[in-house]
């Protein structure tokens, strides 16, 4: 995959770190990320394996993801809840083993309504420095850009998943963001027409 066009890119990272310095992005930040503390309080071990339906919910609700599916997400029994998130944020296993099991179809620890975009939510609010948000606003900014790879048409959550990822640590690097919630953001003004190029 082509880099973007180094000029393109410096021209609308520019663009977005001056919206950052006149304050016009921290109304973005708050709808994305402005409950973050409260999703990572309930991502404690501890508080992972007594969490409660209701706390199911609060957790889901903090999370900066469309809040559509989230009845399905509950549908869940809280014995299922508990399990896949302790698998996903506390076993072990390689990331990709552990977003298998829970994203795909034959995976032991598959969550209804949790999709791409509730795992990388998760796993982001968990680790910052380590997994970004991948939704379809960050799907497509990473492909105007040119960083996304394109998918196979049977290609897993998992393997989507991984390209997502790869090109959003690949997007940091170039333009020097500090962590994934910085290159979310930029991402979301890309996508929101913000910034000029």
Not at 67 to 79: C, S
Not at 83 to 101: G, K, M, N
Not at 130 to 142: C, E, K, P, V, Y
């Given at each position: ?86 698998f996903l944020l506390y076993e072990q296993a390689p990331y990709e083993v552990r977003v298998w099991e ?96």
């Amino acid at each position: 995959m082509a880099a973007p066009a180094p000029a393109r890119l410096e021209t609308l990272v520019r663009s977005f770190r001056e919206l950052q310095g006149s304050g016009a992005m921290e109304g973005l930040w708050r709808l994305r990320w402005g409950r973050e503390q409260e999703a990572l309080a309930l991502l404690q071990e501890e508080r992972v394996r007594t969490l409660t339906l209701a706390e199911a919910e609060t957790l889901h609700r903090s999370l900066p993801v469309s809040q559509r599916r989230r009845r399905e997400f509950l549908g869940n029994t809280i014995e299922q809840v508990r399990e896949a998130l302790w698998f996903l944020l506390y076993e072990q296993a390689p990331y990709e083993v552990r977003v298998w099991e829970v994203l795909d179809e034959g995976g032991g620890y598959r969550l209804r309504g949790a999709d791409l975009c509730v795992v990388s939510a998760l796993l982001g609010v968990h680790q910052p420095t380590s997994f970004g948000l991948a939704d379809a606003m960050s799907i497509r900014a990473l492909r105007r850009l040119g960083l996304l790879r394109p998918f196979a048409g049977n290609e897993s959550y998992a393997g989507r998943f991984q390209k997502v990822q790869e090109a959003l640590w690949r997007l940091r690097a170039l333009a020097g963001f500090q962590d994934f919630q910085e290159t979310d953001i930029f991402l979301g003004a890309l996508a929101r027409g913000m910034l000029s190029a």
